[in-house]
């Protein structure tokens, strides 16, 4: 059973969409929230089929849109927002995932679906990384799991030449080769970044984590290479990682997905979650 693009009202005031995927009814079950990455959105490809996957194993899932991630409410398939997005930033996003957690405790419907008191969360790239932060600091996450997750945040940044040309034109425009468009992102971003190194290092959030947290990343990541999942396993020796041979950066999906199973090196994706899940979310 399903419920798609219910709204909840995130950072700034900006209503975003979110879907909720139950196996039952008044069942209370564990709560798993999934956090998309940059360029990325609730509807990208295969999302849709490895929450349905991971629900099927007795959980409530949750999959929502960042508020600035450029999908307006209208049509939750395109980038139509591209104000919005050129507005965004880690920091943003990190509240969008406040504000959905507070939403989510006062929901009804949520509460009589899910327990809404052991809430785990699952982040894929950039969402990953804004997982571990959220996760380090809030009381209500009981578990974590990164998928090809960005380990230094600052690292991603572009030269030091670029970075002039950027403060000194105000916008970079960032191509998106899928749909063609050339999406903006104004220098607030990096100037958020830094007022905001230490609350956005990864390796600190990493350090002082003391909640159950798995690794996950695919071998022939060419995003994000596996060395952010070794650098995340040295912060946090507790952590588990797990690395999926001949998986890329979306575990070998596609936007638009039409097939009617996962790619191999997804269903290991599932597999690897879902025992994490059930060792650490019941």
């Given at each position: 059973?399903?419920?798609?693009?219910?709204?909840?009202?995130?950072?700034?005031?900006?209503?975003?969409?979110?879907?909720?995927?139950?196996p039952?009814?008044?069942?209370?079950?564990?709560?798993?929230?999934?956090?998309?990455?940059?360029?990325?959105?609730k509807?990208?490809?295969?999302?849709?089929?490895?929450?349905?996957?991971?629900?099927?194993e007795?959980?409530?899932?949750?999959?929502?849109?960042?508020?600035?991630?450029?999908?307006?409410?209208?049509?939750?398939?395109?980038?139509?927002?591209?104000?919005?997005?050129?507005?965004?930033?880690?920091?943003?996003?990190?509240?969008?995932?406040?504000r959905?957690?507070?939403?989510?405790?006062?929901?009804?419907?949520?509460?009589?679906?899910s327990?809404?008191?052991k809430?785990?969360?699952i982040?894929?790239?950039?969402?990953?990384?804004?997982?571990?932060?959220?996760?380090?600091?809030?009381?209500?996450?009981?578990?974590?799991?990164?998928?090809?997750?960005?380990?230094?945040?600052?690292?991603?940044?572009?030269?030091?030449?670029?970075?002039?040309?950027w403060?000194?034109?105000?916008?970079?425009?960032?191509?998106?080769?899928?749909?063609?468009?050339?999406?903006?992102?104004?220098?607030?971003f990096?100037?958020?970044l830094?007022?905001?190194?230490?609350?956005?290092?990864?390796?600190?959030?990493?350090?002082?984590?003391?909640?159950?947290?798995?690794?996950?990343?695919?071998?022939?990541?060419?995003?994000?290479?596996?060395?952010?999942?070794?650098?995340?396993?040295?912060?946090?020796?507790?952590?588990?990682?797990?690395?999926?041979?001949?998986?890329?950066h979306?575990?070998?999906?596609?936007?638009?997905?039409?097939?009617?199973?996962?790619?191999?090196?997804?269903?290991?994706?599932?597999?690897?979650?879902?025992?994490?899940?059930?060792?650490?979310?019941?």
């Amino acid at each position: 059973m399903q419920e798609h693009n219910v709204q909840y009202v995130g950072s700034e005031g900006r209503l975003g969409l979110y879907d909720v995927i139950y196996p039952a009814e008044d069942a209370q079950l564990p709560l798993v929230i999934f956090c998309h990455g940059f360029k990325g959105f609730k509807d990208w490809g295969h999302w849709q089929m490895i929450c349905e996957n991971i629900a099927k194993e007795g959980f409530v899932v949750i999959k929502f849109n960042f508020t600035h991630n450029g999908i307006g409410l209208e049509n939750p398939q395109d980038f139509t927002d591209l104000a919005a997005f050129s507005e965004n930033n880690y920091m943003k996003e990190l509240k969008d995932l406040d504000r959905l957690l507070d939403h989510i405790q006062k929901d009804s419907f949520l509460n009589r679906v899910s327990n809404t008191k052991k809430v785990h969360l699952i982040g894929h790239s950039r969402g990953g990384s804004i997982s571990i932060l959220k996760a380090s600091t809030d009381k209500r996450i009981k578990s974590v799991c990164s998928w090809a997750a960005v380990a230094d945040l600052e690292e991603r940044l572009s030269a030091k030449a670029e970075i002039e040309e950027w403060k000194e034109k105000g916008v970079r425009y960032i191509p998106n080769s899928r749909t063609r468009q050339e999406m903006p992102v104004k220098y607030q971003f990096v100037e958020s970044l830094i007022k905001n190194s230490k609350e956005l290092s990864v390796e600190r959030a990493s350090k002082r984590m003391s909640i159950p947290m798995l690794i996950v990343h695919g071998e022939n990541d060419p995003t994000v290479g596996l060395e952010h999942a070794y650098a995340l396993q040295v912060w946090n020796t507790k952590a588990n990682l797990v690395a999926i041979p001949n998986a890329d950066h979306v575990f070998n999906g596609k936007h638009p997905f039409k097939e009617k199973e996962l790619p191999f090196e997804s269903k290991q994706l599932v597999e690897a979650t879902v025992q994490f899940l059930k060792e650490n979310g019941r």
